[in-house]
């Protein structure tokens, strides 16, 4: 993702108020939305995984019930930066998810995503089931919660620049 994706992004999306931040993991997919002024992005659901077209049609679902215009798909990336299988399987999904779904997509880089998670959970005292439960919502909410923060940055900085600052 570089600053023009994240711009044609913004500009493509901009039809509806709230983002989807999808965690796309082999047994579950971790939900979160934004609201509408695309601050705040809060954990919403955790689908379990059945097959791709049950899956979607509950993304197509909350997507028409929240306004969404646009899609944050979590990429893991390695720690070097390359795209590895689980990489691939996230665009791949968004490949095919796209004629049934026609929202822009920005993947969003979620290394270390779930860890920050698993770590703010524990610390929080939750047990082990209870983590099970909200590890996949909370991981896509910090994953959508990083690029409102970058998309925010970008264009307040762009924001300064053009009143002098």
Known sequence: ????????????SAGAPRLIGLDLGTKTIGIALSDVGRQIAS???????VKF???????VS???THAVGGLVIGLP???DGSEGPRAQ???S????LKPLLPLPVLFFDERLSTAAVTRTLIEADASRARRGELVDKLAAAYILQSCLDVMGGMFSGAAEEADGF
């Open 1 to 12: 993702m570089n600053r023009e994706e994240m711009a044609a992004f913004a500009e493509a």
């Open 43 to 49: 954990p919403l659901e955790t689908i379990r995984r």
């Open 53 to 59: 077209t049950p899956d979607v049609a509950r993304i």
């Open 62 to 64: 909350l997507c028409a």
């Open 77 to 79: 990336l390695n720690m």
């Open 89 to 91: 399987s996230s665009r």
């Open 93 to 96: 999904f968004a490949r095919n």
